[in-house]
């Protein structure tokens, strides 16, 4: 494998493949074997191109389908009984074989599914008949011989036999392994690289990497700068020239912990190596002498000299040159020593009111490109007002490249752990921005370990209190002066054009009134660019302005108040209307004008009495571009018409609507008709008055308390159809859920029911929700006995139920009658043990979705007797859900994909 993978290396840049895999398989197999195997192989990270039934129209392959098999590092051919029956499989068979060279240039593995290799090979039984086929229609004899040799090629490889004698979880799992120990080593993948073309070719004269000298060498490097990622350059920029290669990175930290470490390094080091183990090492001394016997004769580049052949070249690291003058004084070996500076920025709290170019500002350093170089590990989260632990640590992951979904069911203090683990023994940038409290840092410095290696933390807020909380250095952001003030007002109203001579003297008096506050003048320049370009008009806005440089944030809600000022009648209750969204909240533009739509908002031509009248939806695509190009929103995604997609409003305009909205209260709102109140629990004011809301008829986000029951009860939203309630535990430790809960039965016309009860346990009775509930949804639900179940198989007019990350303790047991019209049933991240289902009960499900329920392993048998069903999704299933669901026999009219369950951590096992 060395071997092949260096000639790769040199032939073909590892930047042009795009897939690890490409799969090639005959149609029938790929709802099952094939799409089996396919997630696997993705749960394995192992990135596989799979095609889909719009690229198989046509009499010649698609460029697509070439493309990919090109850019594939490997190819997997499911070489099925009907595959050769194919001209489209055998197309990609020839394309295959020919860019692999037969395998030898890259990895081919044939599955033998059902058939013999020497079928393959020779062209004998169904094989050689499908072929004969191909003869006696003639429409393909110029491509015969090409497809013959493929075929024959192709079963002289090595590959895995699928048959009755081996189950499809074995077999799969040998198929990945197998994958996975082809696959030529991908070089270190290096995110900027930092430009040192010429350093690098300093050190490579220090290795003599074209010497043809038998004697190893040992290189030191050292320095102050951003040592581990010079070095992986080097790496990738040097690895061709060796047989075997091996990066060992964190060794400081390895090595210090108390079961293993270096252990684990040796083991580590010669899995890299292509060396098999098949048992532990177990002490060091063992693994010195495994290392030195095994690679004593290779060139490699790695990691101690006297471990390796001839010709191998040992690369270490370390910020303390003494380690390297100890080690020759130790062992009398010479070591060769390079000194590697990066430069490093001082980073410190950035501190000021409003928005005076904080984010901005915070953004620069961190995508700069001296940055970047100096912290290979940058994470990135917005903190606002309404501080959420939980969305800060995932906003956290997911810029540091981890997948936040697979942590989306995790505690608070799981996630923390998994932040503070990644940046372990790393040198790392880490930017918080918009910190409000001090006590928000209390809560969140924990999870950013304190190594003394330069890493940093970049704290933005407009409360200097949260600086001195911190007790590190300040940097108070200026505001802008004069010449940086007209440029930036220049720049938003006249793009790049110069302002009129006769306009100057009324733009900079402007200007000066908003005292280098960039929002302020940024808010004033959408008014401005809106104005027609005449002395009178701008003097008008220059009359308006009231405001001089002051900290009352009040004033600067004032200056802003100016943009509100100029909109029409018509836009101000659309502007007013966007401060029911949370901070920071990416507002999708379709939504947004739905909601104008059904608050009134927006007229339909025959209401409004005017001819020519266009349609509300784009009138609200008009009034929002509006809002984009006074800078009172600011558009996230575009549509392909340029127009906006979704945006986002900022903090300050958002307490501007707020501000403005006071006199709206609540139950004031009788046009209400959608609430969203975003992520976490909001509760619902009180309200004396007896207000019935007749229009209402969503509210998501809802805490259930003893005001929102009474609410329920008293019958102030009866037309309500969509609720989504959060079970806050602290509430249950006051109240009975049970009696909260009975509330909903007021709720007439409730339709749609989202419950997240926060790992409270929940009891149910039939009682509690209208018969005429049709969508129910419970997300951590705790534990859930069985007649809860059989309680929600009692709505008579259920039609969809989804169940998330809970435990169902008693056998799930469904008896004749239940769930009369239930169609679609989810369940994910349910601990569920067994599950019975008799005959007429769940009678119309069509659609039923299992994922990640680890301990269920086999479905109801009575579930495929129901004729309604037609599509079965097993997710993430065990291997023993999995073997079983193989046999099942499925009706015609039935879709069952199956992928098997990756091994994870268990990710709630700290509450």
Not at 192 to 201: F, I, K, R, T, V
Not at 208 to 228: N, R, Y
Not at 309 to 338: A, C, F, M, Q, W
């Amino acid at each position: 494998m060395a071997g092949s993978s260096s000639d790769l290396s040199s032939t073909i840049p590892s930047s042009y493949f795009k897939y690890d895999v490409f799969l090639s398989f005959r149609g029938y197999t790929r709802l099952r074997f094939t799409d089996t195997l396919y997630h696997a192989l993705i749960n394995k990270r192992i990135e596989t191109f799979r095609d889909s039934k719009e690229l198989r129209i046509g009499e010649e392959i698609k460029s697509a389908l070439l493309e990919a098999i090109e850019r594939s590092r490997m190819s997997i051919l499911i070489l099925c009984d009907e595959y050769p029956t194919s001209p489209w499989c055998l197309d990609e068979l020839v394309k295959i074989m020919e860019c692999s060279d037969n395998g030898r240039k890259r990895a081919v593995l044939p599955i033998f599914y059902y058939v013999e290799p020497s079928d393959v090979r020779h062209q004998i039984n169904e094989y050689g008949k499908a072929m004969t086929h191909h003869v006696n229609k003639g429409r393909y004899n110029h491509k015969l011989e090409a497809w013959k040799s493929a075929l024959f090629a192709v079963g002289n490889n090595s590959g895995v036999c699928v048959n009755q004698q081996i189950q499809w979880g074995v077999a799969i799992n040998k198929i990945v392994e197998e994958v996975t120990r082809r696959l030529p080593p991908l070089p270190l993948y290096i995110d900027h690289p930092l430009g040192c073309d010429s350093e690098l070719e300093k050190v490579k004269t220090l290795l003599e990497i074209d010497s043809p000298s038998a004697t190893s060498l040992m290189l030191g490097i050292h320095g102050d700068g951003e040592i581990s990622q010079f070095v992986a350059e080097l790496y990738n920029n040097i690895r061709p020239h060796f047989a075997n290669a091996s990066f060992l990175s964190k060794i400081r930290g390895k090595t210090n912990e108390s079961s293993g470490g270096l252990e684990d390094l040796q083991e580590t080091l010669l899995s890299e190596m292509g060396e098999e183990l098949k048992t532990k090492i177990g002490s060091t001394f063992k693994g010195a002498a495994e290392i030195k016997q095994r690679l004593g004769q290779k060139r490699s580049l790695a990691a101690r000299e006297d471990w390796f052949g001839g010709g191998s070249r040992i690369i270490i690291t370390t910020g303390n040159e003494g380690v390297l003058d100890e080690h020759v004084l130790n062992n009398g070996s010479e070591i060769r020593k390079y000194c590697y500076r990066g430069k490093q920025v001082a980073e410190e709290d950035d501190v000021d009111e409003g928005d005076v170019g904080k984010t901005t500002l915070a953004k620069k350093i961190f995508h700069h490109k001296e940055v970047k170089s100096l912290f290979p590990f940058r994470g990135w989260a917005r903190v606002s007002e309404d501080c959420k632990l939980r969305e800060v640590w995932l906003g956290l992951l997911d810029s540091l490249k981890l997948p936040s979904y697979r942590y989306k069911n995790s505690t608070e203090e799981f996630l923390k752990e998994t932040v503070r683990g990644y940046l372990k023994g790393e040198k790392y940038l880490i930017v918080l921005d918009d910190i409000w409290k001090p006590e928000v840092w209390g809560n969140l410095k924990a999870a950013f370990p304190n190594e003394s290696n330069g890493s940093k933390v970049l704290i933005t807020s407009r409360n200097e209190e949260v600086a001195n909380f911190t007790s590190s250095g300040l940097y108070k952001l200026p505001l802008l002066d004069e010449k940086e003030s007209w440029e930036l007002f220049c720049k938003m109203v006249f793009s790049s054009m110069e302002c009129p001579p006769s306009l100057e003297p009324h733009g900079r008096s402007i200007v000066e009134s908003c005292g280098g506050l960039p929002l302020a003048i940024v808010a004033i320049a959408g008014v401005v660019a809106k104005k027609k370009r005449l002395e009178s008009e701008w003097l008008g806005v220059k009359e308006s302005i009231h405001w001089h440089l002051t900290r009352d944030m009040t004033k600067v809600l004032d200056t802003l108040k100016l943009s509100y000022d100029n909109l029409s009648e018509e836009l101000k209750p659309c502007f007013r209307y966007l401060g029911i969204y949370p901070e920071d909240y990416e507002i999708p533009a379709r939504e947004i004008i739905q909601l104008w739509m059904a608050e009134g908002f927006l007229l339909w031509p025959e209401e409004s009495g005017l001819p020519n009248t266009p349609v509300p939806e784009n009138v609200g695509k008009q009034y929002l571009q509006e809002l984009v190009d006074r800078n009172m929103v600011q558009m996230t995604r575009k549509r392909k018409d340029r127009g906006a997609k979704k945006f986002l409003i900022h903090d300050l305009f958002r307490n501007l609507c707020i501000k403005l909205s006071k006199a709206d209260k609540f139950f004031e709102l009788k046009k209400l008709r959608h609430v969203y109140l975003g992520a976490g629990s909001v509760t619902l004011p009180t309200n004396e008055n007896g207000t019935i809301m007749w229009n209402l008829q969503t509210i998501h986000s809802l805490e259930l308390d003893t005001t929102t029951a009474s609410l329920f009860k008293e019958g102030r939203f009866p037309n309500l159809r969509k609720l989504g309630l959060w079970m806050d535990p602290k509430t249950g430790k006051h109240c009975s859920w049970h009696e909260l809960l009975l509330s909903l039965q007021h709720l007439s016309n409730l339709h749609k029911l989202k419950l997240r009860c926060c790992h409270s346990d929940l009891k149910i009775d039939a009682r509690m929700f209208p018969s005429n509930l049709a969508k129910i949804s419970l997300d951590t639900f705790g534990e859930m006995n069985s007649s809860s179940m059989k309680a929600l198989g009692q709505l008579p007019n259920l039609q969809v139920l989804k169940l998330f990350n809970g435990e169902i303790s008693d056998p799930l047991d469904c008896a004749t009658g239940e769930f009369p019209k239930l169609q679609y049933f989810k369940i994910y991240f349910v601990k569920v043990e067994s599950w019975t289902l008799e005959k007429g009960a769940m009678s119309h499900l069509q659609y039923l979705v299992i994922d990640m329920c680890s301990e269920l392993r086999q479905l109801p048998e009575q579930i495929w007797s129901l004729t309604t069903l037609s599509k079965v999704h097993v997710i993430n299933a065990s291997c023993e859900l999995a073997d079983n669901l193989q046999h099942v026999k499925v009706n015609n009219n039935c879709d069952l994909t199956i992928s098997v369950l990756e091994e994870i951590p268990d990710s709630d096992s700290s509450d």
